[in-house]
């Protein structure tokens, strides 16, 4: 069995089917997925339902990203929050064409999505963990936004090596402590990928 770790993709359908299909899947693969799927790409419904759809078939985790919560904040408040708005929400909109148009099985989807998943020593986040800060005590709102306090400490959640999306990098962040796996894909760069059992990393262009 092997476990494959997908970065952001933002609405980039083309590049996600294109990763999917270069991936040596076998029936009892694991999929972790660091969130961020929706927003700034062009086609959000089109990734949300791929990826349901791809778990029917494998074991996946959906790991929730900040602009997943965004998504739900708004959802429940009935009103596009600002913060939204300024992050991309207009892509998804669009895509889906209106928040009242969201398939119930994509709400669900956004609901189902988990803050972090641990697998022995590894702790799969979307952005990241306050340094220092023992698990139990971690705020929610780290989990989804923290930046460069977490990235440039040394050693954040002793006894774990924490992979990551969020922050964008030209190629994978490789470091004893941290891997992060956004490299940008809905900016131009790639859709990026780690099997963690080869510590291989796969990688396609933006096609969106």
């Known amino acids: 069995m092997s476990t494959y770790v997908i970065g952001d993709i933002h609405g980039c359908f083309k590049s996600l089917r294109n990763l999917i299909d270069i991936l040596p899947l076998k029936s009892d693969?694991?999929?972790?997925?660091?969130?961020?799927?929706?927003d700034r790409g062009p086609n959000s419904k089109e990734v949300v339902e791929f990826l349901i759809q791809l778990s029917?078939?494998?074991?996946?985790?959906?790991?929730?990203?900040?602009?997943?919560?965004?998504?739900?904040?708004s959802f429940k408040e009935s009103v596009i929050s600002q913060i939204w708005y300024f992050n991309g929400a207009a892509a998804t909109l669009k895509s889906y064409g209106g928040i009242s148009?969201?398939?119930?099985?994509?709400?669900d989807f956004f609901v189902s999505t988990k803050y972090y998943h641990i697998i022995e020593n590894l702790f799969f986040v979307h952005a990241g963990v306050k340094p220092k800060v023992a698990l139990e005590n971690q705020r929610l709102e780290d989990f989804l936004w923290i930046r460069d306090e977490f990235i440039y400490s040394d050693d954040p959640l002793p006894g774990f090596k924490i992979i990551f999306g969020h922050t964008p990098f030209e190629k994978p962040l490789?470091?004893?402590?941290?891997?992060?796996?956004?490299?940008?894909?809905?900016?131009?760069?790639?859709?990026?990928?780690?099997?963690?059992?080869?510590?291989?990393?796969?990688?396609?262009?933006?096609?969106?």
């Open 29 to 38: 693969d694991k999929l972790i997925f660091l969130g961020d799927y929706i």
């Open 56 to 73: 029917k078939s494998y074991e996946c985790v959906f790991i929730r990203g900040n602009h997943e919560q965004m998504l739900l904040d």
């Open 101 to 107: 148009k969201i398939p119930t099985s994509h709400m």
């Open 174 to 208: 490789i470091l004893p402590d941290k891997i992060g796996l956004d490299t940008g894909c809905v900016y131009g760069g790639n859709l990026s990928c780690l099997c963690l059992e080869e510590n291989t990393i796969f990688q396609v262009p933006c096609s969106d």
